[in-house]
């Protein structure tokens, strides 16, 4: 999801050279956008994408090492109103930070300092300060990161180790030496759809849950990222990719896996409702019944989750088939169907978008709502009739299913593809189809499927096999199952 750059030096040759990549590195990844639609908000829905699609990451070359023996999680997630919050507890004594899970990124970041922390084009959020900022001097564990760990290597996307060091400042003498103790040079991590974190790799205690909610375990020296300044990204985020500094990653998980069971968007900011995020092998297990459709390995960005579509079939009409690149990638790695926590809603390319609305525009006969389709920027949007203003009307509509590779397939429930956008009135309600298309559907991912097309799903990742389940389940059943829910 992301490229990271660096910004911090001691000396002007330094600073300038460093400068220099900094501009070249944006202006090469500034075509890397994923879609957005500024005039598409209502009812606080984020009709575009919450966070960006990957810029280049690079391969982590660092060793898949438990830093201990951390037995399998069981973390709730809060729904809000463009994506799913989990609740990092960090530092001694601990601070509670919520952050977005996402699985289209490695990095992890809280932002810093309650006074200090400043976001720029966030004023939709200043009057929701529903996240606290962690302060590293309240913690007697935190420290910040060296120059020569392989964490620091990595944020700063270098394909030398020395890099770091010689940006913060160290002599040659010391680096060629190995005895350079400067701490690792502040990032920028930039995101594709305009968000950019500027800050520095910390290290701290982390505290999670075990299986049972119950018991707890510390993680000693976590590194995330303690961010300073923002661009369009208000809340930190907790990356679930496959690189180094993901969460997994981290905690020693990659060679197994987790999964989530996203709560329907009526649960949203209801604190009596979670939705359950299970990591380690238990994510895994009894899972006989589940579909599970081949990872697919990008070239491009081999830290994230791809799966090959298929088809989509719209109620009983025979199966559109999608063009070639969202199963498979080309020549330069661009291609796939990118499954991403991230974005909030599912991404098709032109002209496959068209086709599905055309197929679902001959299947409704319900008058359009145009007014709405310009106030929301959605493309499809229909008046549909309720009863004693009820909006159960999913019956009214025709069914979508993804084919994914591997013949699995999922039948979207009813509220993941046209949504109510406002109250019934007069025995009448609108309803919007929460697809979008890629704007730059011909660089990076064909596709990608949002999280809102995954509530009421179960997602499995087998991070050891490699492959992504995919089970419709009613998740606030699941969630109460495992203790989740207050009633």
């Known amino acids: 999801m992301a490229i990271m750059l660096t910004t911090t030096t001691t000396t002007t040759t330094t600073t300038t050279f460093v400068l220099f990549l900094l501009v070249n590195s944006l202006l090469y990844y500034q075509s890397l956008a994923r879609p957005r639609n500024p005039n598409s908000l209502i009812l606080g829905l984020a009709p575009a994408s919450r966070a960006s699609l990957p810029s280049l990451p690079k391969a982590s070359t660092s060793p898949r090492k438990k830093p201990t023996d951390v037995l399998d999680m069981m973390e709730p997630l809060r729904e809000v109103r463009d994506g799913y919050l989990i ?10 930070i919520q952050v977005y899970m996402d699985t289209g990124s490695d990095l992890t970041w809280v932002p810093c300092g309650n006074i200090s922390f400043d976001c720029i084009e966030c004023d939709d959020y200043r009057n929701n300060r529903m996240m606290a900022s962690f302060s590293p001097s309240h913690s007697s564990s935190s420290y910040r990161d060296s120059c020569t760990s392989p964490f620091c290597v990595d944020v700063h996307s270098s394909d030398n180790p020395l890099d770091p060091c010689t940006m913060a400042g160290c002599s040659l003498s010391n680096i060629v030496k190995a005895k350079c103790s400067w701490p690792c040079p502040s990032f920028a991590y930039t995101y594709g759809a305009g968000g950019v974190v500027t800050g520095t790799l910390t290290r701290d205690t ?20 303690c961010v300073g300044s923002t661009y369009r990204e208000p809340i930190g985020i907790a990356g679930f990719g496959r690189g180094a500094l993901s969460l997994p990653s981290q905690l020693g998980f990659l060679q197994k896996g987790f999964s989530h069971c996203f709560l329907p968007f009526r649960y ?10 299970v990591i380690g092998d238990t994510a895994l297990t009894s899972k006989e019944d589940m579909q599970f459709t081949p990872m697919l390995k990008s070239p491009m960005y081999p830290n994230y989750y791809y799966v090959g579509l298929e088809a989509i079939t719209v109620g009983n009409v025979s199966a559109i088939e999608v063009p070639s690149s969202l199963r498979e990638f080309d020549s330069l790695g661009n291609g796939g169907m990118l499954v991403d926590s991230g974005t ?29 389709e310009m106030r929301t920027g959605f493309d499809l949007c229909y008046k549909l009739p309720c009863q004693n203003n009820s909006i159960l009307t999913g019956d009214l509509l025709p069914s979508i299913t993804f084919h994914f590779l591997n013949n699995v397939s999922l039948v979207l429930s009813r509220g993941n593809h046209f949504y109510a956008m406002s109250a019934p009135t007069n025995s009448t309600v609108v309803k919007c189809l929460l697809f979008q298309p890629m704007d730059d559907g011909d660089y990076g991912p ?18 050891e096999k490699e492959r992504i389940g995919f089970r419709p389940m009613d998740c606030v059943s699941a969630a109460s199952f495992q203790g989740l829910n207050k009633t």
């Open 87 to 96: 609740s990092l507890s960090i530092g001694t004594p601990p601070q509670v």
């Open 206 to 225: 982390l505290r999670v849950h075990g299986s049972n909610l119950g018991v707890t375990q510390e993680i000693p020296k976590f590194c995330f990222g």
């Open 268 to 277: 949203a900011n209801n604190p009596n409702f979670s939705s359950p995020l």
């Open 344 to 372: 909030t809603y599912t991404h098709l390319p032109e002209p496959f978008y068209s086709k599905v609305l055309s197929v679902l525009q001959s299947l409704i006969s319900y008058p359009r709502a145009t007014e709405m």
């Open 446 to 463: 064909a596709g990608v499927l949002g999280s809102f097309q995954q509530q009421d799903v179960e997602v499995v990742y087998d991070l």
